[in-house]
């Protein structure tokens, strides 16, 4: 059976699935009643500046979208805009946020469906949430000519379910066609008093406030950016697709929070669970809140369905850069679909629904109101990082063609961010308790991502690992009882067997950790060399050494160890070695220089650190014990590989000898998980 041909899509579909995208989960379930509640029908105001700064935003979005229509999204205009690093960091934060997004949706699925708390709620929750979260997700395996038409789908629903609730509560549709009669739910009073406060520095307090949590109004525009390669041209339909979204998205809004608010009274709607419901049984009785319900649940799932495209699409290009694991970019032979990046995205996304759904176990806030705060408060980061990219580029690129040029791009992304944080400070000014200990929590998460970045780094780039492990390596010094415990360091011993008096490479001697055990044990009358790719981590090993008088130690800095054994170091008996062979650039070549270095039954032991947090893995050699074998087998050993848990990470022990001699063979890269030698 030939495969269906991936269709480029147009701007109809476009233009649907960034409404499925913009008008998500909140934005009826959550925004229009939170509004209301802080400024009551004042909140008109807040909605009217919020679709302003969005067609602002949104145009910002869409002459960078223009300018870089590549399906790397704003991950890409990040790259471009302000180097590997930053864009790293703008790609770890989309990757919190979208994942957020998602989970968020799912929460806010389970609490308009089972609106009721206890422990069979939390349970029935969980599993509703699991399996739409793995029915997502598998939507997106399936590849894109299926989620398009997933998604456009929701789009449709949710331009139905809006007109829905807006055209009935304007117009008595069941007294026009019962009696012919024009009347209307909608009454006027409800909007008296328009300001709930007299004061006029509360009103804009509380305006600024409302305008913050209500901004994810102009959020979902970067998960479209995503769908620049599969879009036909890209440089225009984006764009003019996402101006069109957001023109009619705050139409619908503006004309929903006012028919709302026109059907139900202030405290009614600023609090009920089910808004929908209860509008649709006043306009249409027992079918439209039927009918409503069933919609708005639907609209919420439709606003999680686009994150797992783009998602695994965000992690395909980051592995692609080399700033996430090479398994992140496998494709899919039959779907076409990056296969291995959504099957961690689900995994993450799992993790990040239960964590918001712990708030409920704990007896905490309401877990959507905690992870809609913190979606805000991560997504802020990231729109004021793309949003100022326009204007680093008009000042670094004028000439630049770009086929979306939006207004005021030198200085109106700067007032934004400035009005923006000022709706910010507001929000932390009126509820400080909540919203700082919201911030505290997305700071945790934004900084985590400069170990994972260091640490992808290290794995790809041997000169940012040399220069990387010389800036470490006192750090190194001060915490190797933590990183190299003493009972690792026994563990190795034990596997090389009887050393005494033989002569012992130490592939990588790192601060020295190994080296001074191993210098003792192999007297009387054996000798150690000890080699590193950093000079600063060679320096503290043979200062230890020399302070201990064992002479017997050799200690060499290589520049080139990512690559080779260093060409002075003699045959040897034993080879042992921590956390270096994962850095390798060409493991294959190091292995057969080893293997040339020892006898027949010579003893070798190999000790790397995987799976970080008990989920982020190391080289992808790493990945299997079936894998470590063929490649050590294929180099003359033969090896068996055990695995204990540490503290952060897992140990992998690779022991055993060299069972006969091979000739070294040029590979173009170490095997990856199914290849063969």
Known sequence: MVDAPIKKIGIVAIFLISMAAILGASDFYYLAGMSAKHMGAAAI??????????????????????????????????KETYGRFSSFMVAWLIWIVGNFSMALAIVAAVEYLLPYQGTAYVIVGILFGIFWIVALNYMAFRGLNISTIMIATFGVLTLGVCLMTIIPSLINIPALFSSGTIDT??????????????????????LSMTIFLISELWFGFESVSFLANDTKNPEKTLPNALMITIGIVTLLLLAYFIASLGVLPLEIFASASVPFG?????????????????????????????????????????????????QGAEIHKKTKTPYKAIMFQTIAIIAFFLLLMREFILGYKDPYEVGHALYLFLNMMVLFVTIFAVTVWRFKDPPRERPFKAPLGKVGPSLIIIIYVFC?????????????????????????????????????????????????????????????????????????????????????????????????????????????????????TERRIKDKGHFHVHVIHDEEHATRVHPDVPNVDVIASVNMVGYVQEVDKVLFELNRLLPINGKICVVENDKYFKLIPNVHWLSKDDYIIELFSNAGFKVEVTRTQGLLWEYVFIYGEKVKEVKPVKMDKPPAPGDTI
């Open 278 to 326: 209860l509008i649709g049984k006043i306009t249409m009785g027992p079918f439209g809140e039927k009918a409503l319900v069933l919609g708005t649940y639907l609209i919420i799932l439709g606003g999680a369905a686009l994150w797992p495209v783009t998602g695994a699409r965000l992690l395909k290009h980051m592995a692609d850069d080399k700033l996430f694991v090479k």
């Open 185 to 206: 739910f909608f009454s006027v009073d409800h909007f008296i008093p328009f300001f709930e406060s007299t004061s006029i520095e509360g009103n804009i307090l509380f």
């Open 424 to 540: 910010f400070c507001a929000w932390l000014y009126l509820d400080w308790l909540f919203a700082i200990s919201i911030v505290k929590k997305g700071l945790v998460l934004m900084f985590v991502g400069i170990p994972l970045y260091l640490l992808v780094e290290t794995h790809f780039d041997k000169y940012f690992i040399v220069k990387t492990n010389d800036t470490l390596a006192f750090l190194a010094f001060f915490i190797e009882k933590f990183t190299l415990p003493q009972k690792i360091i026994d563990s190795i011993v034990f596997l090389l067997g009887d050393i005494k008096g033989k002569k012992l490479l130490e592939y990588g001697c790192g601060v020295g950790t190994l080296t001074e055990d191993l210098a003792v044990r192999i007297l009387p009358g054996g000798e150690l060399y000890a080699t590193d790719l950093s000079k600063k981590r060679a320096r503290i």
């Open 45 to 78: 105001i807040a909605w009217l500046i919020l679709a302003l700064f969005a067609f602002l935003v949104g145009m910002y979005f869409a002459e960078l979208i223009s300018m870089f229509p590549t399906g790397g999204g704003i991950y890409e205009i990040a």
